[in-house]
């Protein structure tokens, strides 16, 4: 299995209690940690948000996701970055498509496009792009995946869509892959966004249970055999919140110290929301290292190429990571072919 981790980037409250002038010395400790040979990390990841979550705060950061790629992509050397995932609906797709080549320029290759078709209706609106119901938004996500894939094919792309116009829109220089950005599509629509990903997509992202994974992992099988594209190629990847600790009292320690922080900006209704994910008995990464190696490697079973963590603790309590490092990881690294 391959592993990417989220950097801390205040959309889920992460970096509270920490000033503003301080965070990208947190944010970039962590990136350049992960950016160390010896790692086990793949890839870092940002979210494409505006308004903290579940509550919008108008006075907590959320830091801005493609500037933060530009500036890991100066700061590090080693990991691939991405945003899981990038709203189309965000930035027009041939100024993304730009935007991203010169990312990659810049980290030497190592980009990579997570991009899906957007939810976050209060910060839609509030940033003034409407909120389009979801057929529109993933027809959107079609036009806009369809630019990028000319743009970084051709240097050039012409759309004449529903929703995009673009005549001649020049993107060089290339990206420096091979190919152009690998497409991450991110979310498990059956009918429209599993489509998209079996014809475009390097990697897919998507959740759910064991038997939901398996399910969409056969529709996209299904999508890619009637495209004629190639199911094994693409990469199957899922998100994962996790805490991990050395025994039970000690996973229920940081879950009670995660609790605490959130209940001042969240209060308690939206908290006991947040932390019942965590203290779920269906948190397939919450637990000793041995509980969550052996529900990876449950997942890794069913086809999980590529495990995604987010650490809520990162930014105050390295601890439960480097366990997460030194534990989980390599009982699931081995079985695994060679990193690209």
């Known amino acids: 299995m391959r592993f990417g981790m989220f950097v801390p980037q205040g959309w889920r409250y992460d970096l509270v209690g920490i000033e503003p ?6 944010m970039r400790g962590i990136a350049q940690r992960a950016d160390a040979p010896d790692s086990g990390w793949e890839s870092i990841w940002v979210y494409d948000h505006f308004h903290t979550t579940p509550v919008p705060s108008t006075t907590e950061a959320t830091h801005e996701a493609w500037s933060l790629i530009s500036a890991f992509a100066a700061s590090t050397s ?4 991405g945003q899981m ?13 730009k ?4 990312a990659d320029l810049i980290s030497g290759g190592r980009i990579e496009m997570g991009i899906g078709g957007g939810w976050y209706e209060h910060e839609w609106r509030a940033y003034g792009y409407g909120f389009p119901p979801v057929p529109e938004r993933l027809a959107r996500l079609r036009e806009g995946v369809e630019i990028m894939h000319q743009a970084w094919t051709n240097g050039t792309a012409t759309l004449d869509g529903t929703h995009y116009q673009v005549d001649g829109a020049i993107v060089r220089p290339l990206p420096l892959q091979s190919g152009g950005i690998p497409f991450w599509i991110a979310g498990g629509g059956e009918k429209v966004t599993l489509k998209i990903a079996a014809k475009y997509a390097s990697y897919t992202n998507f959740a759910g249970t064991a038997e939901e994974f398996a399910h969409k992992s056969e529709v996209l099988r299904g999508h890619c055999e009637t495209l004629g594209t190639d199911f094994d190629a693409i990469v199957r990847s899922s998100d994962f919140n996790t805490v991990i600790g050395t025994s039970a009292a000690d996973v229920a320690r940081r ?6 922080r959130l209940a001042p900006h969240l209060g308690p209704e939206k908290t006991a929301s947040v932390m019942a994910e965590y203290r779920s008995g269906n948190a397939i990464a919450v637990g000793t290292p041995s ?6 490697a449950e997942r890794q079973e069913l086809g999980l190429g590529y495990s995604i ?3 809520p603790e990162a ?3 390295r601890s439960g990571l480097e366990l997460f490092e030194r534990e989980v990881m390599p009982a699931l690294q081995g079985a695994v072919p060679a990193l690209r």
């Open 21 to 26: 002038a301080e965070h990208w010395e947190a």
């Open 78 to 81: 080693r990991i691939r970055l």
């Open 85 to 97: 995932c990038t709203c189309m609906s965000y930035r027009n797709p041939a100024y993304l498509a």
């Open 99 to 102: 935007v991203a080549a010169t």
């Open 255 to 260: 879950l009670d110290a995660i609790e605490a």
């Open 291 to 296: 509980q969550v190696a052996a529900r990876l």
């Open 309 to 311: 963590h987010y650490f």
């Open 315 to 317: 930014a105050y309590d």
